[in-house]
């Protein structure tokens, strides 16, 4: 065996190659091939019968050549294929000679898809843009042709040159009538019915420039006196009401009725808070209460407080007008004008929150007073506290009711309560002149009175020798007409006094002097 290598087609090693000056060329060496693990041949390894890529193998006809797409249907055909008759395909035109007849090899002198060709058919041009075209078959109706537009008529033309015929104008005519007189229909009916205000002939009423209130008017007395009026809030456990007074003292005393602070005085021993105009509040200390005439005094901690003018209600007469200032259901701050309807006008107040004998010669006036104005202020013209206003009459209601206005108020004469609030002020508490006897209205249809009904035993009436049926008809100078007017009669004396009542005992007229006692 020969040491030489055994040459390849091209060359084995040490063969040299050209000319055999260049360098011999070594063949690579044999790859080792171990047998793949029959563990990874079942992973990934072909499936048994396939030969080839994990891909199908193209299926063949019987003959083996490849098999051909079915045709396609008549509505693809007519889109997608060639013109009837052509012969030439997509990529490029058949070439013609200068007799322009098609050489038969699709050849020409130049390039077929850009000079001339491209421009000519866009479907050769790959820069043809994509356009929307309208369905195959459906080509749509002809754009209709611009015309030159034509000179225009005018009015004169119209009418006289003969362009239009006179039908044509006599009907234009009627239409234009027509719709002026329905606008001129639609126009009178919207002007008859508008409000005579916007009617060009309405005579409006000149309006003149502010004024300043003049003082006395009910502005300037209200933004005097609010400033002295105060609501009071009255808390007892969860229950909660409220009511008005006012300032009568530099050192922050407020009256008002004993009715509205009682709650607060009871057993439940509740609080009360006074809420001033500018909205400050400030706890208030009650310094006493005289049920018998519903009034009471509270102190409230206010440095140089606004303090309300008091008038004097002796000086009142029917007709005066007067302002009730108060917080009628909350409302603070709430003013209502009046005139004074009655004066010495006696009135026995709902038990509620009093002794259950409070009796006073109120003032009647018209102004509306409801829940919660009790205890404020009712001024003057002047702004001068005449009455602190206490009670109502309502429809279907007793007096001292929750019942609305009606126009039927009643306010303690302000003569009454300072003498009342001075007491209080100074010891806490009122005594008030007593007789000793119970009565009731009595009339004879000429004669009014009190009848007694009952005489304590040892008081002033039994000293005096008044009896069971006595029918009392003066105390003093004050005629009486029934039981009320005998309490207020009573009590504007002061206890230790002695006093003239004439009676009538059996028919026959009596005057006894009775030395009046405390209560």
Known sequence: MSDTPDPGPSGGPGTPIGDGTAPPRLAPRPLERPAPDPVDRAAFG????????????????????????????????????????????????????AGGHSNGRGEHGGDAFWPGGSAEDPWRNPGTPVVAASPHGDAGPAPAPDLPAGPRLSVREVLFGDRV????????????????????????WAASGASALTSPGAVLATAEEAKERPPGSVPDVAARVLPSVVSLEVTVGNQAGNGSGVVIDPEGYVLTNDHVVAPATGPGEGSVEAVFSDGSRVPAVVVGTDPMTDLAVLKVPVENPTVAAIGRSSELAVGDAVIAI????????????????????????DPEGSAGDAVIDAVQTDAA?????????????????????????SAGAEVGGQGGSIGLGFAVPIDDARTIAEELIRTGRVAHADLGVNARSVTDGATDGAQVQNVAAGGPAAAAGLLEGDVVVRVGGRAIAGAD???????????????????????????????????
């Open 46 to 97: 072909r499936p048994a019968g396939v030969v080839s890529s994990f891909g199908p193998r193209p299926r063949t006809t019987s003959n083996g050549s490849v098999p051909v797409a079915p045709p396609p249907t008549a509505a693809v055909a007519r889109a997608f294929g060639r013109p009837a008759g052509g012969d030439g395909g997509l990529q490029r035109p058949p070439a013609q000679d």
């Open 165 to 188: 015929q006179p039908r044509a104008l006599a009907l234009l005519g009627v239409l234009a009538l027509g719709i002026g007189a329905i606008g001129g229909l639609t126009g009178h």
């Open 369 to 393: 007073i409801n829940p919660g104005n009790s205890g404020g202020p009712l001024v003057d013209a002047t702004g001068a506290v005449v009455g602190i206003n206490t009670a109502i009459r």
């Open 485 to 519: 007017e005998l309490v207020v009669a009573v009590r504007e004396h002061v206890p230790g006094d002695q006093v003239p009542i004439e009676l009538v005992r059996q028919g026959r007229p009596l005057t006894v002097t009775v030395t009046l006692g405390q209560r």
């Open 326 to 349: 108060g917080s009628p259901f909350g409302l603070a701050g709430t003013v209502t004008t009046g005139i004074v309807s009655a004066v010495d006008r006696p009135l026995r107040l």
